[in-house]
């Protein structure tokens, strides 16, 4: 039997708890109240199993919005020193700043253009979250391929675009062809090149996860 209701598995694994501390709940409800874009619960549960899975030192994020991702992967990484985040629209500058504020991790919050601020870091990063500006995630991978340790693992989200990837570009908007096209670009890129070990996987909005290696 082949499983294909994705509705009925995400209430399954919903009805297991997963608990978040009480300051990160309260940045989710509230950006939940003003319709600012955090990563899905299925996509928060993964998340944290890959800090707990990884534990990586240092971790670079582009795309901070209200601070909650950088802060879960904080949270659920007893192994990290440093997370840098990346945000350039400044109402999200601030209350990223604000949530920031409230907490000893170990954050730096960078500001401007992702594309910009990436060419002046310094790596080694051991773990790359990517989602931002989602026609410039194959510009943001070709950034960070310098930045990576030995064995980076690098995750970008809403690859699936609510379904949209999965269509021609023919049958899409116009306004949403360029997207539909990075994206497939930004997956073919790392599902094909050699250096990769990658998949996508159907959770949130979807997921790519891929590990490189440089030996």
Do not use: C, W
């Amino acid at each position: 039997m082949i499983f294909t209701d994705y509705d009925r598995f995400e209430g399954f694994l919903r009805s297991f708890p997963f608990e978040l501390p009480p300051d990160l709940t309260q940045i989710k409800r509230h950006a939940l109240e003003t319709n600012v874009p955090i990563i899905r619960e299925d996509t928060q549960r993964f998340m944290a199993f890959l800090m707990r899975a990884l534990a990586p030192e240092r971790i670079l994020e582009i795309g901070t919005a209200v601070g909650f991702s950088a802060l879960l992967m904080a949270h659920f990484d007893d192994s990290l020193k440093e997370l840098v985040t990346i945000e350039d629209y400044e109402p999200r500058i601030r209350e990223a700043s604000e949530n920031f504020s409230h907490t000893d991790a170990p954050v730096t919050l960078l500001t401007g253009n992702a594309s910009e601020v990436l060419k002046a870091l310094k790596g080694p990063f051991d773990f790359v979250f990517i989602d931002a500006a989602k026609g410039q995630y194959p510009d943001y991978l070709r950034l960070v391929l310098p930045l990576l340790s030995d064995r980076a693992v690098i995750a970008a989200d809403n690859i699936l675009q609510d379904g949209r990837i999965l269509e021609p570009k023919e049958a899409l908007e116009r306004r949403d062809r360029t997207i539909h096209k990075r994206i497939r670009e930004y997956v073919s890129h790392v599902m094909t090149e050699d250096e990769f070990t990658s998949t996508v996987l159907p959770i949130g909005d979807g997921l790519s996860v891929s590990f490189r290696s440089t030996r």
